[in-house]
T-cell receptor, first 113, second 113 residues
Framework: DGGITQSPKYLFRKEGQNVTLSCEQNLNHDAMYWYRQDPGQGLRLIYYSQIVNDFQKGDIAEGYSVSREKKESFPLTVTSAQKNPTAFYLC????????????FGEGSRLTVL | KQEVTQIPAALSVPEGENLVLNCSFTDSAIYNLQWFRQDPGKGLTSLLLIQSSQREQTSGRLNASLDKSSGRSTLYIAASQPGDSATYLCAVSRLSNTGKLIFGQGTTLQVKP
């Protein structure tokens, strides 16, 4: 059945290492998004992509990078330049342009040791 | 700059009670408003989406209303059940239809048996 899958669910990283979070969807949706969630705060937009081979910075893009080589996939790399990477990362996708409803994955929790 | 506020931050009610969750936003120029549910450690589940031209949407025991002029939305939950215990988030989409959402910090609901 259709959905959006994030992996891994939990990830531990040493300081100074880059790490890539996977996001795959089989809903045939054009637009995909990465959000970050911290305790006591709302979700904040990192990057988004409205079409293959194109992506835009969100509100907190510094220290992150993305690619969109396939419609189904939108991986997020958390680089060593991200000063406070420990957080819960959520990927989302959006289908019909008219309606605009977002569907989220189950999230990936990154902890920097 | 658009800001989204949800009050109260936490709410505890006995089973069977009808309840209202509040969401306010500072800029009435929105494309749509979406309500989500989040269980601990999980992703977001879309509950209801209201387009800017609509006043309300209903799904089962849930009813969401939108008053753009006053910058408010409410989520009404009828006959609450312990399974409704979760964090409820509202988010507004900026005027351009990019799917970029601004989130409130959420209301954590506990329904006691």
């Amino acid at each position: 059945d259709g959905g959006i899958t994030q992996s891994p669910k939990y990830l531990f990283r040493k300081e100074g290492q880059n790490v890539t979070l996977s996001c795959e969807q089989n809903l045939n949706h054009d637009a995909m998004y990465w959000y970050r969630q911290d305790p006591g705060q709302g979700l904040r937009l990192i990057y988004y992509s409205q079409i293959v081979n194109d992506f835009q910075k969100g509100d907190i893009a510094e220290g992150y990078s993305v690619s969109r080589e396939k419609k189904e996939s939108f991986p997020l790399t958390v680089t060593s330049a991200q000063k406070n990477p420990t957080a819960f990362y959520l990927c989302a996708c959006r289908g019909g342009a008219e309606v605009g409803e977002l569907f989220f994955g189950e999230g990936s929790r990154l902890t920097v040791l | 700059k658009q800001e989204v506020t949800q009050i109260p931050a936490a709410l505890s009610v006995p089973e069977g009670e009808n309840l209202v969750l509040n969401c306010s936003f500072t800029d009435s120029a929105i494309y749509n408003l979406q309500w989500f549910r989040q269980d601990p450690g999980k992703g977001l589940t879309s509950l209801l989406l209201i387009q800017s031209s609509q006043r309300e949407q209903t799904s089962g025991r849930l009813n969401a209303s939108l008053d753009k002029s006053s910058g408010r939305s409410t989520l009404y939950i009828a006959a609450s059940q312990p399974g409704d215990s979760a964090t409820y988030l509202c988010a507004v989409s900026r005027l351009s239809n990019t799917g970029k959402l601004i989130f409130g910090q959420g209301t954590t609901l506990q329904v006691k048996p």
